[in-house]
């Protein structure tokens, strides 16, 4: 697992932390039972405060994410099939915000982008 760390981009250190692992998690770059790195030593490879790197890990564990184990680390939680679906909602509700957005910038009506729809989901 890689985890890059932009300091141009804006966001906190730990939310990048926590996107990127969630993301590897629900494109299932992560598998269940798979460990994370140490806080640690992620702290380390990143060169980052450990407390940044835990913030990120606890973020995930109260979102049923990822789970510790007492003196064996940090692993990938079973799959919440509602938590992914809620996931996979949102990130639908962001995609079609963004069409609506754009389909009014060309002047498309939305049987247009229905009719669209339509036609790539028949290729």
């Known amino acids: 697992m890689n985890i890059f760390i932009d300091n141009k981009n804006g966001a906190p250190i730990y939310d990048q932390i926590y996107n990127q692992i969630k993301s590897s998690i629900i494109n299932g770059e ?3 039972n798979d460990p994370l790195p140490s ?5 380390k490879d990143l060169r980052i405060s450990v407390i940044t790197t835990k913030r ?5 564990e109260r979102e049923g994410f990822i789970y510790t184990q ?9 799959k919440n099939t509602e938590l992914l679906r ?3 909602l949102k990130k639908i ?3 079609l915000t963004e069409v609506r957005q754009r389909a009014a910038s060309c002047s498309l009506s939305t049987e ?7 036609y790539l989901s028949e290729n």
């Open 86 to 88: 809620e996931e996979n």
């Open 56 to 60: 990120a890990y606890d973020e995930l």
């Open 70 to 78: 007492p003196a064996k680390g940090c692993f990938v939680a079973p």
């Open 112 to 118: 247009d982008i229905i009719d669209m729809y339509r």
């Open 93 to 95: 509700e962001e995609l």
């Open 39 to 43: 806080i640690r030593n992620l702290a």
């Open 30 to 32: 992560l598998k269940e």
